[in-house]
Nanobody, 120 residues
Framework: QVQLEESGGGLVQAGGSLRLSCAAS????????RAWFRQAPGKEREFVAA????????YYADSVKGRFTISADNTKNMVYLQMNSLKPEDTAVYYC?????????????WGQGTQVTVSS
């Protein structure tokens, strides 16, 4: 059972940056994908970014493309999400997950989430 723990969330002004970290209890780089999702109040959980097996490719939601960067340190079982040029609409709880694709239903393992709040 993979355990995931996010950190790095907080309150930031619009235009600012945050870096989220996700620590896994065991190696996950050989899984299909490690991803970040987010969920704002009253909305469904949505895909943000994913890094596929061994970090060969990355994928992003259109809403964050060019502003967010997903990366991984496989030696430390860590995944990161660098978020730049943050907007108030990026406010949400951010979750890291291990699974496949971009549909949350295809992900088997989830962290508890970290709150990101962007003030205008």
């Amino acid at each position: 059972q993979v355990q995931l723990e996010e950190s790095g969330g907080g309150l930031v002004q619009a235009g600012g940056s945050l870096r989220l970290s996700c620590a896994a209890s065991e190696r996950t780089y050989n899984r299909d994908a490690r991803a970040w999702f987010r969920q704002a109040p009253g909305k469904e959980r949505e895909f943000v970014a994913a890094i596929v097996r061994y970090g060969s490719s990355t994928y992003y939601a259109d809403s964050v493309k060019g502003r967010f960067t997903i990366s991984a340190d496989n030696t430390k079982n860590m995944v990161y999400l660098q978020m730049n040029s943050l907007k108030p609409e990026d406010t949400a709880v951010y979750y890291c997950a291990v699974g496949t694709g971009t549909n949350a239903r295809s992900y088997d393992y989830w962290g508890q989430g970290t709150q990101v709040t962007v003030s205008s």
